[in-house]
């Protein structure tokens, strides 16, 4: 019993010996162990590979570029191929709203009033104006006039503007002459030196008969008209008054020592003939 323990007891301490570092025993009569392969034999194996990549296209530069980070089609990753379910759709293209072409304004309508005057006598018509009662004040038409005292005379011996414009009077004689006007604004402008000359801004319409206190005999007039739309008639009464806007005016013949006459004129567009026949004052 004792021999049975003892030998039970070497055989384990003989395997703990072999497991704490001493190589196992090989049976001589066991098959010789395969020798081990090189290291550098397996490397030189190529290893197998996946089927090879698809050549991806180059991003083209017309491509517009996005703002998000690592995304194929800003370059932060690889590039889908176009037309793959994987593609971004393109961002819209924001296009201009189409313009409705604006028409331009119509011109605005004018017209002409023509016509002659007749007077008794007949030598006054061409001494006649014509003019407009209501129409507007235009800037800078019929604003300015001149009147010159030579040979002892008002020349021209009718002058008209609108309302508002500005007569120079100058004197060509060679000795003084006075101008003044008893009428609606009156006015004395005081010697007037050969060679000189002085002005007077009419503000008021109306008729102004011009007078020299140092030669009796002397007379002109000034027709001063509401409207920037006059005209003077030639030696035959006749006249042209130019570029009236549209609309229905009140329209005014005047002449020395005749009476006054106004009627209706209505412009649209076309030329309108006008007549008027004035007589002598009583």
């Known amino acids: 019993m004792n021999t049975i323990v003892t030998l039970a007891f070497a055989a384990a301490f003989v395997s703990l010996t072999a497991c704490e570092g001493e190589p196992p025993k090989v049976p001589t009569n066991s098959p010789p162990a395969p020798e081990a392969q090189p290291i550098a034999a397996t490397a030189a194996q190529p290893a197998p590979s996946a089927a090879p990549p698809l ?28 037309g793959s379910a994987e593609a971004p759709n393109p961002a ?15 011109a605005a309508v004018h017209g002409n009033v023509v016509g002659a005057i007749t007077t008794v006598p007949a030598r006054s018509a061409g001494s006649a104006v014509v003019y407009l009662e209501d129409a507007p004040i235009v800037p800078n038409r ?23 414009g500005r007569v120079a009077f100058m004197n060509s004689d060679p000795f003084p002459h006075n101008v003044f006007t008893p009428d609606n604004e009156r006015f004395n402008l005081g010697m007037l030196q050969p060679k000189g000359s002085a002005s007077h801004t009419f ?17 002109g007039y000034v027709v001063v008209t509401p409207s920037s739309y006059f005209a003077k008639a030639n030696a035959k009464g006749e006249f042209s008054l ?39 004052k009583e």
Request: charged letters at 10%; one cysteine or more; a positive charge.
């Open 55 to 82: 050549a991806q296209p180059a991003p083209s530069a017309a491509a517009p570029a996005s703002t998000c980070p690592g995304c194929p089609c800003a370059g932060g990753g690889q590039p889908v191929p176009a």
């Open 92 to 106: 819209p293209t924001a296009t201009a709203p189409a313009q409705t072409p604006v028409a331009a304004p119509a």
């Open 142 to 164: 019929g604003a300015l006039a001149g009147i010159d005292n030579r040979g002892m005379a008002f020349l021209p011996f009718v002058t008209v503007l609108a309302a508002g």
């Open 203 to 219: 503000k008021t319409p109306g008729v102004y008969s011009l007078l020299c206190n140092l030669h009796p005999n002397m007379l």
């Open 242 to 280: 130019k570029d009236v806007p549209a609309g229905t005016y009140k329209i005014t013949a005047w002449a020395p020592r005749q009476q006054t006459v106004t009627q209706s004129v209505t412009i649209n567009g076309a030329d309108v003939k006008v007549e008027f026949a004035l007589h002598r």
